[in-house]
């Protein structure tokens, strides 16, 4: 077994910044912000159809073919820079 | 019991369908029924919406058709593997309040093991509720909050951190979970961060086997089901 660590670890030293900025959010704080992002999704246009989930188990192609042409269009790129 | 409730305890999806964990009895049934009729919401697969089917763990899927909800997807399931029975979930949920409306969700150790599924992306979701209720907590552990970090968490510092702490409860729960041999037994951080890729492929190879005669069950149903009878109650 390895030695009691001396030094306690933080969110910083297992994931990346935003991470952890997240991580020290309270519950709701992290719903709040959810909710801003939806906002933002649903205003830019965004879809509620979801995409495929081609690894659940109940995926059923012939399910996702007949969606597409159902609901509002989802977000398109018009532009994407670099690679 | 998807999406939202892992924005809530620390991980970040952004799911666009809404999943509902429900008690499968039929005043129950008849109860989602009304929901789901007030947001237009049509089945868009097999298998149809009856007790039956969700008591032997299929899901059923809907799409809404609501100007509010358009395109929304809804599912429905009352069994998971490896997941307690339904009066237990909602006896240990966590309830929340937004906006003058109160939301129920599945507790984190339910959502943990609801997630252990085949597919990829939920792994690094479990990885990610953990680590965040680990920093939430961990400077008023309870003992709880100790054996679910044993029994769960997935990340090789964190794990070696809490073993370092509180050696006795890691010895006893040592016989139940082969990574905390493997900690307990000086492994390397090679030797750790394989026990967890096996313990994944272990859980996702269970899932497979679970779901087999249930997507047996499904292939037979698409057969005999017309596309324009899937789009009904």
Known sequence: ?83 | MGGQACVFYGAAEFSRDTDFAILAETENLARLQNALDELQAIRIAVPPFEQDFLRRGHAVHFRCAHPEAAGLRVDVMSVMRGVDDFPLLWERRTTVESEGESYDLLSLPDLVRAKKTQRDKDWPMIRRLIEAHYFEFSEQASATHVEFWLRELRTPLLLTEIVALHPIRAQALRSERRVLDALLGHADDHMLENALREEEQQEREADRIYWQPLKSELEGLRRQTPRRDVNAR
Request: glycine share 8%; net charge neutral.
């Open chain 1, 1 to 83: 077994m390895r030695s009691e660590p001396s030094r306690r670890i933080q969110p910083e030293d297992v994931c990346e910044a935003e991470w952890a900025e997240w991580y020290r959010l309270t519950p709701a704080q992290r719903w709040q912000e959810s909710q801003k992002l939806w906002a933002t999704y649903l205003a830019l246009g965004g879809s509620l159809d979801s995409e495929p989930d081609t690894q659940s188990p109940f995926f059923d192609a012939r399910e996702w073919r007949a969606g597409l042409a159902h609901g509002r269009s989802g977000l398109r790129v018009l532009r994407r820079g670099g690679v």
